[in-house]
């Protein structure tokens, strides 16, 4: 796993939002961004922080505090 330095802000923001249920729909309507922008960002969280599933991604953003 990498440091969470390495997560944009924006990252930070959509993997607090997977972590509270919400669809990728549901985070682009709030964020006002497309479904694909969304299903880019969970890519590219699993990918930077070498994890193969959503649910050891939210347990990496515990451990690193991006997720409180």
Request: charge should be positive; hydrophobic fraction near 30%; aromatic fraction near 4%.
């Amino acid at each position: 796993m990498k440091e969470k330095g390495c997560l944009s802000e924006r990252e930070r923001q959509v993997l607090q939002m997977i972590s509270r249920g919400m669809t990728s729909k549901q985070i682009s309507q709030e964020l006002f961004i497309s479904e694909t922008t969304v299903n880019t960002h969970r890519r590219n969280l699993l990918k930077k922080s070498n994890i193969k599933n959503v649910a050891e991604l939210i347990c990496y953003g515990f451990k690193t505090s991006i997720i409180s």
